[in-house]
């Protein structure tokens, strides 16, 4: 099935008020798209942590063994592809908190608080927090992540790196250090009263019910702290890190790229209070399009549109059901095809404050400029 944006200016302003309702969308999707199955789920738990042991061993026997040049050329390798792979469980960590793994809800949050655990991701933290994002997407008072500044409240820094070094600059710190500054400091986050983050459990990011699961979720990164530091003792730094660290690292940065390119394009509105409700803001999300890794990926790069309509179907109907809504969703769905890394660099240069339109009828309504 073709897509309704093939063949026009993928650039082209989505519209802002939709003439179908949730409930057409879920009409519209084969009842059996709604279904969980833990075997099944579990299957590709077991798959990618099959192959995750694959690439470890390979890496582990193998590249001690090649020559200096080689080593430093197949080192690389095995990053990219034991990230590669582990970004694909932290998704499936990922549909644990959406309740998408199956039907019991204990099940999907052993399996989730175990694999972003592993992954140094705080899991009931996030989990909470990530909803708070599903429930106000790209509301500009209340979402939770990827709240883009307005022109008055551009900072002097982002005028000083408006070049290419200061982009290349930008990206690299969004890649690497935008994950854990965020769980950390809420960077680009909602503004709240005071400080918040994602492991004090009295962090205005929560409520009081979520507050022990903050607790537990804080006694799960202690626990794979303490497992680091106790293989550090036994294997030496160079080894963690080279085995377990970069590869982590690069989860981290795999999910910075894919939710940024997610929610920032020049075709998609944010909104103030006065324009906001929640279908216009689950519509303003784009799909990407990353080749192979999508499969690599459990799809959630290209069908993050149907996610943030309908956040609790499993990875493994998401395109199925994300065709069947094409023809619903008519001009409202878009997937932009661009090349990964030129898409990066056009985001970056072209996305860097929102304003709304002088001349619209919907003064809420913000769109990205470029500087």
């Not at 708070?132 to 883009?148: G, Q, R």
């Not at 324009?275 to 499969?295: H, Q, V, Y």
């Not at 002088?358 to 400029?369: A, I, L, M, V």
């Amino acid at each position: 099935m073709s897509d309704p944006s093939e063949g026009k200016n993928i650039l082209e302003r989505v519209p802002i008020d939709p003439p179908f309702t949730l409930s057409d969308l879920k009409k519209a999707i084969p009842a059996h798209c709604f279904e969980r199955s833990v075997i099944r789920s579990s299957y590709y738990v077991v798959h990618d942590l099959i192959v995750t042991y694959v690439f470890y061993f390979l890496a582990n026997t193998y590249i001690p063994l090649l020559p200096t040049p080689w080593a430093y050329l197949a080192w690389p390798v095995y990053w990219f592809c034991q990230a590669s792979i582990l970004t694909g469980l932290w998704v499936i960590g990922h549909e644990c908190g959406h309740h998408a793994f199956s039907d019991y809800q204990l099940i999907d949050d052993a399996v989730g608080f175990v694999l972003h655990s592993a992954l140094y991701t705080p899991y009931f933290s996030w989990k909470y927090s990530h909803r708070n994002h599903h429930a106000n997407t790209n509301s500009l008072d209340n979402d939770e992540v990827y709240i883009p500044k307005r022109k008055s409240k551009i900072a002097i820094y982002s005028k000083l790196l408006n070049n290419p070094p200061g982009r290349v600059f930008t990206l690299v710190f969004r890649l690497t250090l935008g994950f854990p500054l965020y769980l950390l400091t809420n960077i680009s986050g909602k503004k709240y009263g005071r400080f918040a983050n994602h492991f004090d459990p009295l962090s205005p990011i929560f409520t009081e019910r979520e507050r022990i699961q903050v607790v537990i979720s804080d006694i799960g990164i202690l626990a794979v702290l303490y497992a680091t530091k106790l293989l550090v003792e036994a294997k030496g730094v160079a080894w963690v890190t080279s085995m377990y660290l970069i590869p982590v690292l690069g989860v981290h940065m795999f999910f910075v790229l894919i939710t940024y390119l997610h929610h920032t394009h020049l075709s998609l509105p944010h909104y103030d209070s006065t324009e906001w409700n929640w279908i216009r803001g689950a519509l303003s999300t784009i799909d990407r399009d990353f080749g192979f890794l999508n499969r690599v990926f459990h799809d959630v790069t290209h069908t993050h549109v149907l996610h943030h309509l309908i956040s609790y179907i499993p990875h493994y109907h998401a395109k199925e059901a994300r065709d069947a809504i094409k023809p619903v969703l008519g001009e409202f769905y878009k997937i932009d095809r661009t090349p990964i890394f030129k898409a990066m660099w056009r985001e970056a240069k072209e996305c860097i404050y929102i304003e709304p339109d002088e001349d619209s009828e919907h003064k809420g309504t913000y769109w990205y400029h470029k500087m």
